[in-house]
Structures are given as C-alpha cells and as structure tokens.
C-alpha cells in the first residue's frame, strides 16, 4: 500500500513537471501559475530560513511570514497552519516553498520478485 502511494506521488509530480502542489490548488489552470508569478515578481519579501522544516517547527520558522506564504498558495494562514500540523508530510523549504516529502522504507530484503 505503501509502495502504492509513493508510486501515485512520483506521478503527480512528473505529470505537473515538477511543480509544488498543494491539495485544494487547481494547478491544472494556467491562471494559477500566473498568480504565483506574479505573488513572487510584485512582493520584496525574501525568505530565507536556516532549514527544510515541518510542522509546528515550521510555522515557527515562519513566523511572520506565515501569511504571506499562505498566500502565495492560495490559503489563509490559518488553513497553511492546519495544513503543517496535520499533515507530517507537507514540508518548507529554505525560500518558503511548501513540498511533500514521505519517508522510504527501508529494504529489509524480505520484498518478492
């Protein structure tokens, strides 16, 4: 099931070329994108943290800027703070891009062929 999951993800992430991806984000329309671009062209807001992180961890990294990165996403800060806590899989980046990471298991050479 495992295996599974990670396998749709992978696919998510080819079929969107990479993209971030957020649940609730039509990243099929163009105009969303356009949005993002121009969230990114128009702000002087640099963000810079010390480390990927998630969680509550990275709500307080954020900071002040939890808003303005909520934003760029679509969301409030309230829904990116419900996001972070809930979901162990949503990360932060450095730049204060949001990115899915899951943990591989490891092989224990128990696995079929």
Same mark, same amino acid.
């Given at each position: 099931m495992f295996y599974l999951r990670l396998c749709v993800s992978v696919m998510v992430l080819? /079929?969107?070329?990479?993209?971030?991806? @957020?649940?609730?984000?039509?990243?099929? %329309?163009?105009?969303?994108?356009?949005?993002?671009?121009? /969230?990114?062209?128009?702000?002087?807001? @640099?963000?810079?943290?010390?480390?990927? %992180?998630q969680g509550q961890h990275a709500i307080d990294l954020l900071g002040n800027r939890l808003a303005f990165v909520a934003a760029r996403y679509g969301k409030s800060a309230a829904e990116l703070r419900a996001l972070l806590l809930r979901d162990r899989t949503l990360w932060?980046?450095?730049?204060g891009n949001l990115f899915y990471k899951e943990k591989v298991p490891e092989d224990t050479g128990n696995s079929r062929r």
């Open positions: 080819l /079929l969107c070329g990479g993209c971030r991806f @957020v649940p609730g984000v039509d990243m099929g %329309s163009n105009d969303s994108f356009q949005h993002e671009r121009s /969230l990114n062209e128009s702000s002087s807001e @640099v963000i810079e943290l010390p480390e990927e %992180s932060v980046d450095r730049r």
